[in-house]
C-alpha cells in the first residue's frame, strides 16, 4: 500500500489551518486503502472470522473425535474419501462455516446502507464502481487467510486426532485431497463474495442475509426434493453443487459438473453478483 | 463556485427539484432557506452526485463532482450527520474518508483538534450525541480542505459553543475565499452567517438576492405599528397612495411605506390621541414568510393570475405576527 505512486502535491492555496493540505488524485488504490481501514476498524470483522476458524477447526476436531468413537477399526477395505471419510469427517465444520462467512458478506455489503455511511462513502469515491472492488478485494483479502487458516487447521487438527486413535487418514499428498481442501477455501471465499454483491445489490443485512442462506442452503434441498428429476441438470449450477464438485466433502445433492466447470460456475455467480452489485450502485440514488 | 442550470429532480410523478437555475459564487456565504420538503436538501445531495438528476446539470468548479480528481478536495458536504458507522472510532472514520485523497493521520488529528473531539477521537461514533455527530460532519467536510463547503443545517444539534464556533467558521472560510452553501431552518442564524440568500418553494427557486436586498423587497417596506384609541379616524386619515393598513386587533394597526415620524405628524396635526407608535424592523424570518406564504397563495389561486401581490396582501385577514420580530 505504501509503493502507491503519488501525484504531485497541488500548490499550497489558503488554508484555514495550520499546516498545509495536500490531497491527492483519488485512485482505485486509494479507495483500497480507504476500505481496508473500514474492514479492519470495526471489531466485528475480527469476531466474525476468529469464529469462522474456530468453527471449522471446533466442529472438524469434534467431528474427528466422535467418528473415533464411532468408527473405531482403521479398516483398509473402505475407501478413504468416501461418503463418511476422514476427510469429509474433518471439514465437518465447513458447512456451518459457509453459512456464517454468507452472513458476514452480507453484512460486509449492507452495514453501510443501514448506518448511512454509504453517502459519505460514495461522496469520496463517486466513481462508485471503484467501491465494488474495493470492498470486494478487501473483503477477500480478509476471508482467503481466514478460511486457508481454517481448513488447514482443522485438517491438521481432525487428522492428528483421528491418527492418534488409529483411525483411517489421508495426507495432503494424496490424489484430490489439497484440490478439496484449497477448494473449500475457495468456496468460503467465494460465498463471502457472493453476500457482499447481494448486500450493495439488495442494501438491507436481513434482505441479502435471506438470500445467501436460502440460495446455500435452503433452495438446493427443497428444489431437489419438489423439482422433478428433469431439473437436476439446471440445479447441478447453484452455487453449492457447483462448488461440491472440486470440494467433495459437500453434500448438497448430485453433482456431475468436472472440478474446472465447477469452479467457472461459482466464479460467474461471484462475478455477477458482484456485477449487479457494481451496476445498481452506480445508476440508483444513494 | 457551484453552478445549476436547469437541475430538476422527479421522483415518479412528484417533481422535488423544478429546473433550478443559479450560481453559488465563492468569498460569500450563501444561505439555502426554503420550508420542509422544498427540495433543498435534494438539490445538496444532486450537486455531490448522491442523488442523479432527473435532466439538468449541476458543476463544481466548472464540472460535474463525479469529474472531479479528489473528489474530498473539491467538496466538503456534510449533508447527514448520521452518516458514521456507529462501530467505528471517530478517528477511524475520518482516516478511511480521507486515504481516498491519500490524507493520513496528521491532518485527521488536526481536524479532529479544530471541531473539538480529540477527547473522544477513539470512542465510537455511535456513542455519539447529536451535537458531537454534527461535529463530526463538519470535520469530515473539512478533512481534506475544500474549496467549496455544503452543510445541510449545520448547527442542528450544536450548543452554543458550537454555534458560536460554526458561525465563526463560515465567516473565516467565506473570506478566504471559498464557496460556502448552507442550509437552516434556523432563519435568525441564517441572518447573523450568511451573505446571500437563494430561498427555494416547492422545488423552485423564489430569490436570489442578498440578505439585507431579501428583507426589504419581501416585506414590502418599512412598517409602523400604531396603537390608537382614534384608531379608525386615524386610519381614514392615513390611507392614501399605496399605503397599506392592516387592522391587527380593534384599536391596534400596522402601516406600511410611512415613517413614525410621518403618521406622528399627522395624528397631531388632527388633535388624535396616539398609545403607541412602533417601527418595525423586518427580519429574515418575517420576510421569509410573507414569501413563501405569497407562494402557497399563488399555487391556490393560480386560476387568478391576474390579482397583484400588494391588494392580495391588504385583504388578507390580519393574522401576521411580525411583532415578535425584533
Known amino acids: 500500500m505504501t509503493t502507491t505512486l503519488e501525484m504531485p502535491p497541488r500548490p ?3 488554508t484555514s489551518t495550520a499546516t498545509p493540505t495536500t490531497a491527492h488524485r483519488q485512485t482505485l488504490g486509494r479507495a483500497i486503502h480507504s476500505e481496508w481501514i473500514k474492514i479492519r476498524s470495526l471489531r466485528s470483522t475480527w469476531i466474525g472470522m476468529a469464529t469462522v476458524v474456530l468453527v471449522m477447526i471446533g466442529l472438524g476436531s469434534l467431528s474427528a473425535a466422535v467418528s473415533t468413537g464411532s468408527v473405531a477399526a482403521p479398516g483398509d477395505g473402505g475407501g478413504p474419501l468416501g461418503g463418511g471419510g476422514p476427510l469429509s469427517t474433518v471439514l465437518a465444520g465447513a458447512d456451518f462455516a459457509v453459512l456464517l462467512i454468507g452472513v458476514l458478506g452480507s453484512l460486509a455489503g449492507a452495514r453501510e446502507y443501514s448506518s448511512r455511511m454509504i453517502s459519505a462513502t460514495v461522496a469520496a469515491v463517486p466513481r462508485r464502481w471503484q467501491v465494488v472492488a474495493a470492498k470486494a478485494i478487501v473483503l477477500a483479502a480478509v476471508v482467503i487467510p481466514t478460511a486457508l487458516i481454517g481448513v488447514m487447521g482443522a485438517f491438521g487438527a481432525g487428522m492428528g486426532i483421528l491418527s492418534a486413535s488409529d483411525a483411517a487418514t489421508v495426507a495432503l499428498t494424496d490424489d484430490g485431497v489439497l484440490r478439496s ?3 473449500m477455501a475457495g468456496y468460503v471465499t467465494a460465498i463471502a463474495l457472493l453476500g457482499l454483491g447481494l448486500g450493495i ?20 434441498t427443497v428444489a431437489g426434493a419438489l423439482l422433478p428429476d428433469s431439473w437436476d441438470t439446471v440445479l447441478r449450477f447453484l452455487p453449492s453443487s457447483a462448488a461440491s464438485s472440486f470440494t467433495t466433502v459437500m453434500s448438497a445433492g448430485d453433482s456431475t459438473l468436472s472440478a474446472g466447470a465447477g469452479v467457472a460456475v461459482l466464479a460467474a455467480w461471484v462475478a455477477a453478483a458482484l456485477g449487479a452489485a457494481a451496476f445498481a450502485i452506480t445508476r440508483r440514488d444513494v | 463556485m457551484i453552478e445549476l442550470q436547469q437541475l430538476t429532480k422527479k421522483y415518479g410523478d412528484k417533481v422535488a427539484v423544478d429546473g433550478i437555475s443559479a450560481t453559488v459564487r465563492p468569498g460569500v456565504v450563501t444561505g439555502f432557506l426554503g420550508p420542509n420538503g422544498a427540495g433543498k436538501s435534494t438539490t445538496m445531495r444532486m450537486i455531490v452526485g448522491l442523488d442523479r438528476p432527473t435532466s439538468g446539470t449541476a458543476l463544481v468548479n466548472g464540472r460535474p463532482y463525479a469529474a472531479s480528481r479528489a473528489p474530498l478536495a473539491e467538496v466538503g458536504a456534510l449533508l447527514d450527520a448520521k452518516a458514521a458507522d456507529g462501530g467505528r472510532t471517530a478517528r477511524n472514520h475520518l ?5 481516498t485523497v491519500g490524507i493520513g493521520k496528521r491532518r485527521v488529528d488536526e481536524v479532529l483538534a479544530s471541531v473539538g473531539l480529540t477527547e473522544v477521537a477513539h470512542k465510537s461514533a455511535g456513542s455519539f450525541s447529536l451535537g458531537m455527530g454534527q461535529r463530526l460532519g463538519i470535520a469530515a467536510a473539512l478533512l481534506a480542505d475544500p474549496e467549496v463547503l455544503i452543510l445541510d443545517e449545520p448547527v442542528n444539534g450544536l450548543d452554543l459553543d458550537g454555534i458560536q464556533w460554526i458561525r465563526a467558521l463560515l465567516t473565516e472560510l467565506a473570506d478566504e475565499g471559498r464557496t460556502v452553501l448552507l442550509s437552516s431552518h434556523l432563519m435568525s442564524e441564517m441572518q447573523l452567517v450568511a451573505d446571500h440568500l437563494l430561498v427555494i418553494g416547492q422545488g423552485r427557486i423564489l430569490a436570489d438576492t442578498s440578505i439585507e436586498g431579501f428583507i426589504e423587497e419581501s416585506s414590502g417596506g418599512s412598517r409602523v405599528v400604531v396603537a390608537s384609541p382614534d384608531a379608525g379616524a386615524l386610519a381614514r386619515l392615513l390611507t392614501g397612495d399605496g399605503v397599506v393598513l392592516t387592522t391587527r386587533e380593534p384599536g391596534r394597526f400596522e402601516v406600511r411605506d410611512l415613517t413614525a415620524a410621518e403618521i406622528g405628524d399627522v395624528a397631531a396635526e388632527h388633535g388624535l390621541r396616539i398609545h403607541e407608535l412602533t417601527p418595525v424592523t423586518a427580519s429574515l424570518e418575517s420576510a421569509y414568510l410573507e414569501l413563501t406564504r405569497d407562494r402557497v397563495e399563488f399555487t391556490a389561486t393560480a386560476q387568478h393570475p391576474a390579482r397583484t401581490d400588494r391588494t392580495a396582501r391588504t385583504a388578507r385577514p390580519a393574522t401576521d405576527d411580525t411583532t415578535k420580530a425584533a
Open chain 1, 12 to 14: 499550497a492555496e489558503t
Open chain 2, 95 to 99: 482516516l478511511a474518508l480521507g486515504a
Open chain 1, 181 to 183: 481442501v484449497l477448494g
Open chain 1, 201 to 220: 445489490l439488495l442494501r438491507s443485512t436481513a434482505g441479502s442475509i435471506g438470500a445467501v442462506v436460502g440460495g446455500i442452503m435452503v433452495l438446493p
